[in-house]
């Protein structure tokens, strides 16, 4: 008799041994060895005329572990396409299983596959229906919708609830392939077979309902906003416990329901008074139930999404002071994956209303002390959104440590948006201009490298607007980062931000930085500016950093040549040398006994004056001639704090037009020099030329040549002097052509700063008959 009652043995036993031998494989070539045989046995089995069909399921399975292990299965797929008609219902089963997981829509095969689903969807059998409507959520493409959508709909009306929950899944799935119903989908209501389910009696089947409805309001929501007392009153059963004991959770009515219920409900009020007013009540209940039901993470995880459906719908000050207390119990767990999602829900809640944030202060500076990375950054996020002007300090210092930290260290995007939330905390709530300057140097000098150059440009044309007394402070700030930075391991910025009150975070933060001793160069083209324009300024400061002229000079030139600079660096670079040596040119009133430039200047200036690079080359030889001219007119050319000044209409007009040349010009024709010819290219700049004229020259447009990229590329920051001459013997006419050409140039001539010209421009032409070239650089030592 218990042999009777004893279960059949499965005839599973080739699947048992050979699971067992891959258990005890002890190499992937003796797996590989074991499937490559286990391969052959079955093609061999599969294409026998004479296949045993009572063994077709555990074939199928054979296949899927062969297939999951990597190796190709592709010699069973038609088996398993004529297995799936098979009249055994274990089977079938096994080779729609197989099925799915060999193919996909879009295989050619799955076309050999719609009549025996179309067989097995009319089919008696329910168990067959409903594993029909499992393979057409899996492989039904958008060609063959069509010929499936008809029988998936009237399933919807099936007496087995399962069947009627896979029939709302497979439309749901032809409407993800269809979206916008201009396909197979075009005049199939969707909506209306929906509304139908998400009343019916089997809460499995309002489940299923529940995910196409949020799936189609994600796209738009207003259609379906009249279900919302519907789905309050669905949400409220279930809050209640009118729903079987089958779906509690926990001791939580069926929780996975409340989820999906407040998300789609979190979709159809947001920004919607109305329909947040009629939700509000019920999301109340389920976000108190939910709070007071006890600490298991299903709770957790109700609050979490009661929470974010409270700060996305319409603002309700009772719901967000409600919210406001739940979260506290997440953000004080000793779970680190709850404390994120309270941190999380916190920080909606503060975009809503940054007020109930205060109250969880304590509880948020204290994760900042965990050691989860993680946790740690979005806490940081979350001070973001708290900070306030009385304590921007603090959280700025805060994200400048992290960002120093190693946690950052090989994360480029993770550097790039610390560094972002600094910058746009530091312009909004600066409580001075000192502390700005202090901040964004720091931070070009940490995460400098992933800065945009336009905020060094931003930044020194802050300082130039300012008075003496902030220019003093900036050059006392970037001299302490030079003498950091070229004769210690690094933190620079961060050791002159605590020696000029930035605080003991600011001081840790030195103390603790990586030692590259190399200076970013946004941060070196910044200190370039500043000391080119109010270098002098050094001159008056406390020691140890007060320094001569000569010896601002030199700090730069070693920084620079420390950091292997660019050629954007290095034009910034001999722009400030050469705003130095006039200012000391003009304040001795001439070269003094050791010559203009000190020798680490001079040396410089020689190796840009014979350069590759146009734009370098051009500096260095216009900074030579500009030393040699007498100090009045040197000062009247490059004047001390001059770069904010603008030039008026008719000044800027006669800088344009080189006008003030002409005398110089006449004069060179006068004596025998050839008049200057302007190339093709300049021509058409001027209207001589047209589009045709360079095509019969075989020359392009300026409009189809490349552009030349700047050097500088900051914006106009280095300042070049721009003061070369036109060519001897030019008319008055092809002055004003180059002029044109080098417009910002003669401006920076007339205001004594200004902007640098266009990279890659030189003259046309050679020096003037019968001159003879020198070299600029002579005699610049006395």
Known sequence: MLQQLKAPKLPFRELDLLVKAIGECRSKQEEDRIIAAEVDTLKQRLSDPRLDKTRGREYMVRVIYCEMLGHDASFAYIPALQLASDPSLLTKKAAYLALTQLLDYKHELVLLLVNTLLSDLKSDNFVVVASALVVTSKLIGPDLVNAVLPLVIERLSHPRESVRKKAVMALLHFHQMDPDRSGPLAGVELERHFRTTLCDKEPSVMAATLNALASLAATNPAPFRQLIPSLTSILKQVVEHRLPKAYDYHRFPAPFIQIKLLKLLRLLGAGDKAASDNMSAVVAATLRRAAAGGSHTIGHAIVYEAVRTVTDIYPNPQLLAAAAEAVA???????????????????AITRVSPKYAQEHQVAVIDCLEDPDETLKLKTLELLVTMTKANNVTVVVERLMAF???????????????????????????????????????????????????????????????????????AVRLFMQILDNGTTSSGGAAAAAAAGLGGGAAAAAAAAGSSSSG????????????????????????????????????????????????SPATRAHLLTAITKLAARQLVSQGGPGPAGVLRPEAQDLLSKAGSSSLVELQQRAREAAALLKLPPTVLSAVLPFDGSCEELEPAELEEARSLSFLDSYVNQAIAAGA?????????????????????????????????AVPALGGLGGMGLGLGLMPAAAGAPAAAAAALGQQRQQSAAAAAAGGGVRPAAGTALKGGPAKGSSIVDPFKDLLG
């Not at 119990?329 to 920080?347: E, Q, R």
């Not at 008056?540 to 007060?546: E, M, N, R, S």
Request: hydrophobic share 40%; proline share 7%; aromatic share 4%.
């Open 329 to 347: 119990g997440l953000i004080k767990s000793s779970s680190h994956n709850l404390k994120y999602c309270g941190l999380t829900a916190l920080a």
């Open 403 to 473: 960002l120093r930290s190693t946690a950052c260290g090989g994360d480029e995007l993770l550097r790039r948006h610390i560094a972002g939330q600094v910058v746009s905390l530091a312009e909004k709530y600066a409580p001075d201009t000192a502390w700005f300057v202090r901040v964004m140097a720091e931070v070009f000098e940490v995460g400098g490298d992933v800065l945009q150059p336009q905020l060094a440009h931003n930044l020194c044309r802050l300082i130039a607007e300012q008075d003496s007394e902030l220019h003093a402070t």
């Open 518 to 565: 190399l200076l970013p160069e946004i941060l070196l083209c910044c200190i370039c500016w500043v000391l080119g324009e109010y270098g002098s300024l050094a001159a008056q400061l406390p020691p140890p950093h007060k320094a001569s002229i000569g010896q601002v000079a030199d700090k730069l030139c070693a920084a620079v040549a420390s950091a292997q600079p």
């Open 674 to 706: 050839q008049p200057y010819n302007p190339p093709p290219e300049l021509c058409h700049e001027l209207g001589i030329l047209d589009a045709e004229d360079l095509d019969s020259l075989g020359l392009q447009s300026p409009g189809a040549a490349a």
